[in-house]
């Protein structure tokens, strides 16, 4: 089912190996000046070894204030260059090929980043950053054309295999092209014509310094999805024209700067869900199409090129979750592929707050120097307390490492509270990697001890060198008269389905936990009520992830009482809450769901007379919280053994 994509493929003058493509993501792993660094660079050759035809780095600006990230490479200036160089030799020397992304985001930036008013083809704000946005005058438009053909001549000389123009996203180019946001009416507006001038002057531009053998590829949304954005139909007329002025391969995406959420999609959004739209551009072009857009397996990647939807694939955050994906699906070793699982957590979340990029699933993203796995310089015995995924992954690591492991978990299966994050709708994926895991510790030689509790005796019998606490966090149950009767549970137990949930459902809690669990209920066909004291549920979700439940949650008719203090839950299944510092009667509910937050399990913690050498406490047991630092934890300990 891997006949096509690992056929070769032409780009220009370039030839690819396969046809698996890295998608380019932001990753905050260079400095303000735009100077690449050994993070970026090892980032980028850990994907080569893995196999990938082409690489696409994230989005260099063209000009320090065409930033919408305050650490993204750069292309401005030619002491660019030199850093630049390092990258690709290294690239090429792992069997790789790369392009560089080439952007000005326009308007999609604010000051606090740039320094200065944003620029855009008319004035008009950006909604999601807001502040006023500065039309550029002709002459400056003539003069970015210059900026990006100065650039791609920094890259053609600093080694990159081609280049990618940035058409996509709503930013600058995207910008110009489009109705939403290009207003004008000089040589850069007023119809198709006027507003692919830049595009098109850009590619001119570029091959004139670059010359006719140098590849360039263009990233373009096929559709903006924006209130008098760009449909499919003028994408299409768009394409011919690019194709017509020397442009060598499309990459397809969506989204404009309204409709951002479009661009990088969680688990809610289908596999594939942009193949259509490459599908109708494939149509009319004859240069390589290439499309992204929740591609996850390799085998739905063949599938998509089967089907001449597209040419190749270009896969983001599949590359993070596992940047051994191509060599290890061309081995036929596909269960031990890490497929990402759509959180959104690592990448997404923390690349709009400026952190460095990480991957929930692999903890080496971006460290790749640092989290190097190597044979231990003495084997021990090492015990673990705990099956979720912080203990799981402590025990694949410390395996690998060459000592002699076991691990224990008091409940009949592991996965911890993992296992029932993948029971609500959307969040079936989850179980992929917990399998993933255990599959991994059966080929690593773990020993595996379930509906067994590692307790002191267990312990001091088996006289460990190492012994890692992972026993995770039970339900906190807040101080509420009635909360013991027998139709009140707590989340986890109710998502278990050991217990009967009757037709009529109260959630005390609209977290993240407790609006996933009311979520699940719902579309079971439940009744459901969330509760919950602050002025918002699902205050921890992304904002991506969150408008799919909100929205969801309004469409299975879940009544949401917020800033809602419970008082008490009496015999007949009512709950007495004060909402605005008034009494009110809530019920009659058959089921009550408590889901008010997680304590740490302490277990053996202060067992300080144990006779163990190390004794490391890891995941929710030091502290709760999301799963990204409970599965960091358990790496980075068994890296120390």
């Not at 092209?177 to 001038?197: A, E, F, L, Q, V």
């Not at 460290?367 to 673990?384: A, F, G, P």
Request: with cysteine; proline share 5%; glycine share 10%.
């Amino acid at each position: 089912m891997l006949e096509n994509i690992f056929q070769p493929m032409q780009i220009g003058s370039l030839e690819l190996k396969n046809r698996f493509i890295v998608s380019p993501m932001e990753t905050n792993y260079c400095t303000a000046e735009g100077e690449v660094t050994e993070t970026f660079i090892a980032y980028h050759e850990a994907k080569a070894k893995g196999g990938w035809g082409l690489i696409v780095t994230e989005d260099y600006a063209v000009d320090p204030l065409g930033k919408a990230f305050p650490y993204v490479p750069g292309l401005w200036s030619d002491e660019h260059i030199q850093g630049n160089k390092n990258l690709t030799e290294r690239v090429h020397k792992a069997g790789g090929r790369i392009f560089t992304q080439l952007y000005h985001c326009g308007r999609s930036t604010t000051k606090e980043i740039i320094g200065t008013d944003p620029v855009g083809p008319s004035p008009i704000a950006c909604a999601p950053n807001s502040g006023p946005t500065r039309e550029l005058t002709t002459e400056e438009v003539g003069g970015l054309i210059e900026k990006f053909g100065d650039s791609a001549r920094r890259a053609m000389n600093a080694g990159f295999d081609g280049i990618e123009i940035h058409g996509a996203h709503g930013y600058l180019i995207a910008q110009l092209m489009s109705p939403y946001t290009n207003k004008r009416i000089d040589k850069y507006g007023g119809g198709t014509i006027g507003r692919m001038r830049f595009p098109l002057e850009i590619i001119g531009n570029i091959r004139k310094k670059c010359g006719a053998a140098f590849p360039i590829q263009f990233r373009i949304s096929g559709e903006e999805l924006a209130i008098g954005g760009r449909e499919i139909e003028d994408t299409k007329v768009m394409a011919r024209m690019l194709e017509e002025h020397g442009i060598d391969s499309l990459n397809i995406s969506v989204g404009a700067s309204g409709s951002k959420r479009n661009s990088v999609v969680p688990s809610m959004v289908s596999h594939g869900w942009i193949a259509d739209y490459a599908a109708e551009i494939k149509k009319v072009v004859k240069i390589p199409v290439i499309v992204a857009g929740r591609i996850t397996e390799a085998m739905l990647a063949d599938t998509i090129i089967t089907s001449g939807k597209a040419d190749a694939v270009a896969m983001g955050r599949a590359s993070l979750a596992d940047p051994e994906l191509p060599n290890k699906a061309k081995s036929g070793n596909f269960e031990n592929i890490v497929h990402c699982i759509g959180c959104m957590l690592g990448c997404a979340v923390r690349n709009c707050q400026f952190l460095p990029v990480r991957c929930v699933l692999n903890p080496r993203i971006g460290r790749e120097k640092e989290y190097t796995i190597t044979s231990c310089d003495r084997k021990k015995k090492v015990l673990i307390a705990g099956g979720g995924p912080s203990g799981m992954e402590a025990a694949i690591v410390a395996a690998r490492r060459g000592h002699d492991v076991t691990l224990y978990e008091k409940r009949d299966r592991l996965g911890g509270q993992y296992y029932l994050a993948a029971v609500p709708p959307w969040k079936g994926e989850i179980s992929d990697f917990l399998a993933w895991q255990v599959r991994t510790m059966e080929a690593e030689g773990v020993k595996v001890v379930t509906g067994t509790e590692l307790t002191r005796g267990y312990v001091e019998t088996e006289n460990p060198d190492v012994l890692i606490l992972a026993t995770g966090s039970i339900s906190k149950l807040p101080p509420v008269p009635g909360i013991d009767q027998s139709f009140v549970m707590t989340a986890n137990e109710a998502l278990e389905g050991k217990k009967d949930v009757g037709r009529n459902i109260a959630v005390i809690g609209g977290g993240l936990v407790g609006s996933e669990t009311a979520h699940h209920f719902a579309v079971h066909g439940k009744k459901v009520t969330i509760i919950e004291l602050l002025p918002e549920i699902a205050k921890e979700e992304p904002d991506v992830i969150k408008g799919f439940l909100l929205k969801s949650l309004e469409e299975y008719g879940t009544e949401i009482y917020t800033d809602t203090a419970v008082q008490k839950i009496d015999a007949q299944g009512n709950i007495h809450v004060k909402k605005d510092d008034r009494p009110v009667m809530l019920g009659k509910f058959d089921t009550v769901i408590i889901s008010t937050g997680m304590q740490s399990v302490k277990t053996m913690q202060d067992a300080a007379d144990l006779p163990v050498d190390e004794i490391h406490v890891i995941g929710d047991a030091d502290e709760t919280g999301q799963v990204i630092k409970a599965i960091d934890d358990g790496y980075r300990v068994a890296l120390k053994l």
